[in-house]
C-alpha cells in the first residue's frame, strides 16, 4: 500500500515556529511531525510514500535525506504554488498509477495531525462498502463540518455557525462530523478530479458524492486524535502523548 503525506503548507496557525522552517518540521516530544507521519505509515506496513513540498522544500528534502528517508521509498512532489489538497493530490497522482495495477487504495495523511487511527480498519471498511473515498470523521467541535446520512455517505458541509448547509443529494436524517485529515482513496478518484489549479479535495468530495459516488466516513471516535497545526495544540500535544504513552 503507498501513501501521501500532504506537507506544502505555510504554517501560518503555527508562527511564530515556523518563521525559519516547514511545518512539517516542527518538533512535537523532540520529533518532528513529519518523523511521526512516517513513522506511523511504516508501524502499517507502508513503506511507499510521496510527500508535497512548497514552503521551505528543500529544508524537508535535506532532512529525509539525512534520515535516510527513515528507511522508506519517498519521492518528492513539489509545488510551484501552493495547490491545496486536491490540487497536491492531482499533481501526485502519477505516483499512484506507477507501478502495479494501480487498483489498489492509497492512504492520505495531513502532516500536522497525530491520532492513533487503526489504518488496516479504515482499509478493511473501504474494501467492505466498495468505496470510493473513506474520511476518517469523529464527533467533535470543528469550524467547518461535514455532513453524513444514516449509511455514513458525504451529503453536505456547513459551517459551525450552524447555517442551512450546502447539501450534493436528497436525503433525511444527517450528522454533522468533523474531518480528522486522514483519507483512504482508491486510484479510480484520480481521472475524476475535473478540478484546475489550486482546490480542496472536499471539493471534489462533494462533486462526486451529488453524483452517487460512494464517499463514506469512517468513525474514529474511539482514537486518539490531535491537530498539531496550531500553536497552542503543540504543548498540549506533547503532554498527552506522554501521558498516553502512544506513538512510541
Known amino acids: 500500500m503507498k501513501a501521501m503525506v500532504l506537507a506544502a503548507g505555510l504554517g501560518?496557525?503555527?508562527?511564530?515556529l515556523t518563521i525559519d522552517r516547514p511545518k512539517a518540521l516542527v518538533e512535537i516530544g523532540g520529533r518532528t511531525m513529519l518523523e511521526i507521519a512516517l513513522e506511523r505509515l511504516r508501524s502499517f506496513a507502508i513503506r511507499e510514500v510521496i510527500v508535497n513540498v512548497h514552503h521551505f522544500a528543500d529544508q524537508i528534502v535535506d532532512y529525509l535525506a539525512a534520515h535516510k528517508n527513515f528507511g522508506m521509498e519517498i519521492a518528492i512532489s513539489r509545488e510551484?504554488?501552493?495547490?491545496?489538497?486536491?490540487?497536491?493530490l492531482k499533481q501526485a497522482g502519477w505516483f499512484f498509477h506507477?507501478?502495479?495495477?494501480?487498483?489498489?487504495?492509497?492512504?492520505?495523511?495531513?502532516?500536522?495531525?497525530?491520532?492513533?487511527?487503526?489504518?488496516?480498519?479504515?482499509v478493511k471498511f473501504h474494501h467492505e462498502h466498495g468505496a470510493l473515498a473513506t474520511l476518517a470523521v469523529q464527533k467533535r467541535k470543528t469550524t467547518r463540518y461535514l455532513l453524513f446520512?444514516?449509511?455514513?455517505?458525504?451529503?453536505?458541509?456547513?459551517?459551525?455557525t450552524g447555517d442551512g448547509g450546502e447539501f450534493v443529494r436528497p436525503v433525511g436524517a444527517v450528522e454533522a462530523l468533523a474531518f480528522c485529515g486522514i483519507h483512504v482513496i482508491s486510484p479510480r478518484l484520480i481521472p475524476l478530479m475535473s478540478e484546475q489549479g489550486a482546490f480542496?479535495?472536499?471539493?471534489?468530495?462533494?462533486r462526486l458524492a451529488g453524483h452517487g459516488e460512494e464517499i463514506l466516513g469512517f468513525s474514529a471516535d474511539e482514537f486518539y486524535w490531535c491537530d498539531l497545526g496550531k500553536a497552542e495544540n503543540v504543548a498540549r500535544a506533547e503532554r498527552e502523548l506522554k501521558q498516553r504513552t502512544v506513538l512510541q
Open 149 to 160: 446520512d444514516e449509511k455514513s455517505r458525504l451529503c453536505g458541509r456547513r459551517s459551525e
Open 98 to 122: 506507477n507501478h502495479g495495477t494501480g487498483r489498489e487504495p492509497f492512504l492520505v495523511h495531513n502532516v500536522d495531525v497525530v491520532s492513533t487511527i487503526d489504518f488496516n480498519r479504515m
Open 12 to 16: 501560518t496557525r503555527l508562527a511564530p
Open 200 to 206: 480542496s479535495i472536499i471539493a471534489t468530495y462533494l
Open 80 to 88: 510551484r504554488v501552493l495547490l491545496d489538497t486536491g490540487g497536491g
